[in-house]
């Protein structure tokens, strides 16, 4: 019963253990996600931008309220990629790509395993449920006994 137990425990331990993993990949995928979202939309609007850097200042008002939202958008996506880039000059899209699909996988596979312990705590519980109430059951039929062979 106490091997019992301590299984039971275990397996509580480890799912706790798997979604703390789950939460924290999902932290980094959703934060990856964010950067992805920004190259995106940097790599969108860069054309817009260039264009208008290469007009002349005179024409640049105009040009400019034509197509604020897309350089307002512009704007954003490239100062949060100078603020996560920590001084790198290159954009790393494809490792990020790359590490995101791997962390999709193992957040994938993380779930799997948390979900099948879920079942095996499921199945110990009623294992360890009906030891204790067949022990309930034969210690008063001992107690009965004992008492019985006590008034022969």
């Known amino acids: 019963m106490e091997q019992l137990a301590d299984k039971v425990t275990q ?7 798997l979604a703390g993993d789950v939460k924290s990949k999902e932290r980094r995928i959703t934060k990856l996600n964010g950067h992805l979202v920004n190259v995106d939309v940097f790599n969108q609007h860069k054309a817009v931008y260039k264009k208008y850097k290469s007009l002349d200042p005179k024409k640049r008002g105009v040009y400019a309220e034509k197509h604020s939202e897309e350089l307002s958008q512009y704007e954003s996506a ?30 994938y596979s993380l779930i799997d395993e948390y979900y099948k312990l879920k079942e095996d705590v499921k199945n110990v519980e009623t294992l ?11 210690v008063p039929e001992r107690a009965v006994a004992r008492t019985q062979n006590i008034e022969l």
């Open 128 to 138: 360890r449920r009906g030891a204790e109430n067949l022990m309930r059951e034969a």
């Open 11 to 17: 397996i509580h331990q480890r799912q706790y253990d």
């Open 78 to 107: 490239r100062t949060y990629l100078k603020d996560h880039l920590n001084g790198h000059g290159n954009i790393p899209e494809k490792d990020w790509q790359a590490e995101r699909e791997k962390l999709l996988a193992e957040r």
